[in-house]
């Protein structure tokens, strides 16, 4: 079991900056990757961006790039979401979550399905 616990969400102006953690414990040792996803009210859970533990490479949802950076510190277990010019649009409840897929590619990574372990989800609200 992979135990997923997100902090550093909040409310903030449009234009302005957040950035979230997600720290990982229990079995961290089986998770290959992490992904943020979001859910904004009324709308289906979304990919937004994913990095892999070993390598560090990473992938993103369009509307992001640019925008938001995904990283991670491996000594710390944690990964993290950089979110710059942040616009009301990216309001939503934001989830970490990690896979176990050995063998993976960037479309793998966008999946929900690829995902086994999650948080409980951190809100980020940006007026306007």
């Known amino acids: 079991q992979v135990q997923l616990v997100e902090s550093g969400g909040g409310l903030v102006q449009a234009g302005g900056s957040l950035r979230l953690s997600c720290a990982a414990s229990?079995?961290?040792?089986?998770?290959?990757?992490m992904g943020w996803f979001r859910q904004g009210p009324g709308k289906e859970r979304e990919f937004v961006a994913a990095?892999?533990?070993?390598?560090?490479?990473?992938t993103y949802e369009d509307s992001v790039k640019g925008r938001f950076t995904i990283s991670r510190n491996n000594a710390k277990n944690t990964a993290y979401l950089q979110m710059n010019s942040l616009k009301p649009e990216d309001t939503a409840v934001y989830y970490c979550?990690?896979?176990?897929?050995?063998?993976?590619?960037?479309?793998?990574?966008?999946?929900?399905?690829?995902?086994?372990?999650w948080g409980q989800g951190t809100q980020v609200t940006v007026s306007s």
């Open positions: 979550a990690a896979g176990t897929i050995s063998f993976n590619s960037d479309n793998t990574l966008r999946q929900i399905g690829a995902y086994g372990y």
């Open positions: 229990g079995r961290t040792f089986s998770s290959h990757y």
């Open positions: 990095v892999r533990w070993r390598s560090g490479s990473t």
